[in-house]
């Protein structure tokens, strides 16, 4: 126990001070320990809503079109002339892959791919 100002004070191993985990020996270990979990634990609940990624985009375009709830998606999709969730990702990826080999985007992608002359 330390006393400051007639007040006991208890020694701790870590404390907790505007969202940072800081040890006595002012180490950050505990602090990305605790973040680590967080994230897992954030990444662990997208993982288990991935599924439930098109069911919003599927719904908008049945309430535009007044369609009946279990209309086909694709079909509404041809007359929105909308592209769905995975074909909006893969075109994004050819995007990002294209501008990498162009030299259009930072060096940490642009160094994970290699341009190749024949297939």
């Known amino acids: 126990m330390i006393t400051i100002y007639d007040d006991q004070v208890s020694q701790v191993t870590t404390a907790k001070s505007l969202g940072v985990t800081i040890d006595n020996k002012l180490d950050w270990s505990s602090h990305i320990d605790e973040l680590t979990k967080k994230v897992a634990s954030d990444i662990g609940a997208i993982k288990r809503?991935?599924?439930?990624?098109?069911k919003p985009q599927d719904r908008a375009g049945r309430v535009l079109t007044y369609s009946n709830y279990d209309a086909d998606a694709g079909h509404l999709f041809e007359l929105l002339r909308w592209k769905n969730l995975a074909s909006q990702q893969q075109i994004q990826r050819a995007i990002?892959?294209?501008?990498?080999?162009?030299?259009?985007?930072?060096?940490?992608l642009c160094s994970k791919f290699e341009r190749r002359e024949t297939a």
């Open 49 to 54: 809503i991935r599924h439930l990624e098109q």
């Open 96 to 108: 990002m892959v294209f501008k990498s080999l162009q030299g259009l985007a930072p060096d940490y």
